[in-house]
């Protein structure tokens, strides 16, 4: 009774608490701002440096997607920033299953910078096709074009 009345929730609830033995899930973070999202360049590992990703990593046991988006941008860009919502479907990838969320930064955080990543650079919808995405992310382009607008 209790899988019927829960559905598709049961998986994600189950995640959440740590009970199940299911893909990793790692968040990737569309910061938006002024019609522009941030793009990071990573520097590791060897296959992905130098190429362009929207910045996350794993989301913790126990931990929100949400919380997980925040503690990432926090260590990875020294900024300040307020998940709001899922971009896209979730993402295969080596190392589970990649989840896009649009973000904004909080009103009085840092400027976002480049602490784990070679370089980051605010880029337009224009300017999306422009860079060397890491192969999942590539995926969630189009959408993404279409909340930055022309
Ligand atoms: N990954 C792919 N696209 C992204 C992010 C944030 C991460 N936008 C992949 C790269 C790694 C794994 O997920 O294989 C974990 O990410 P991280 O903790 O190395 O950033
Ligand atoms: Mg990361």
Redesign the pocket.
């Known amino acids: 009774l209790l899988r019927g009345v829960l559905g598709a929730r049961a998986a994600e609830l189950a995640e959440r608490v740590g009970v199940a033995a299911g893909a990793r899930i790692?968040v990737?973070t569309a910061l938006v701002r002024d019609g522009r999202v941030l793009a990071a360049q990573r520097t590791r590992p060897a296959a992905?440096a130098g190429r362009w990703?929207?910045?996350?990593?794993?989301v913790e046991t126990g931990e929100s997607e949400d919380a997980a988006v925040a503690r990432e941008l926090r260590e990875e860009l020294g900024a300040d920033v307020v998940a709001c919502g899922r971009l896209g479907t979730d993402l295969p990838?080596?190392?589970g299953l990649?989840r896009v969320h649009l973000a904004r930064l909080r009103p009085g955080s840092a400027e976002p910078a480049a602490l784990e990543h070679a370089a980051v650079r605010w880029v337009d919808a224009a300017g999306l096709a422009t860079l060397d995405w890491?192969d999942?992310?590539r995926a969630v382009l189009p959408d993404l074009c279409a909340v930055l607008g022309t």
Do not use: N
């Open positions: 790692v990737a992905l990703e929207l910045p996350g990593g794993s990838i080596d190392a990649l890491v999942a992310d």
